[in-house]
């Protein structure tokens, strides 16, 4: 059973930085998709980054791109999503993710039907 926990969330202002970690643990192959996704109210999941426990990272979105940067710790069994230049506009509830393989649709990240969540840590960034 994947078990993934987040932490690092809060408030900052525009123009802050946060770095959001997720402990991953229960996950038995040896290439998973970890990624970040993000719900704020109202509007729909959207996947923010993806990278491959090999290393390889798959995906920014947009949005994010030049700002946010997906990493690892392989030996902590750590994903970490470190976010600068904030923007009111990133305020969400972010969730790590572990599927098999990352699922890129029309150009956006995807969940699948094997894709494990974790309980999310919240955002707010004020302008």
């Known amino acids: 059973q994947v078990q993934l926990v987040e932490s690092g969330g809060g408030s900052v202002q525009a123009g802050g930085s946060l770095r959001l970690s997720c402990a991953a643990s229960?996950?038995?192959?040896?290439?998973?998709?970890m990624a970040w996704f993000r719900q704020a109210p109202g509007k729909r999941r959207e996947g923010v980054a993806a990278i491959y426990t090999g290393g390889s990272v798959t995906y920014y979105a947009d949005s994010v791109k030049g700002r946010f940067t997906i990493s690892q710790d392989n030996a902590k069994n750590t994903l970490y999503l470190q976010m600068n230049s904030l923007k009111p506009e990133d305020t969400a509830m972010y969730y790590c993710?572990?599927?098999?393989?990352?699922?890129?649709?029309?150009?956006?990240?995807?969940?699948?039907?094997?894709?494990?969540w974790g309980q999310g840590t919240q955002v707010t960034v004020s302008s």
């Open positions: 993710a572990a599927a098999l393989v990352c699922t890129v649709v029309a150009g956006n990240l995807e969940g699948g039907p094997d894709t494990e």
């Open positions: 229960g996950y038995t192959y040896s290439s998973v998709c």
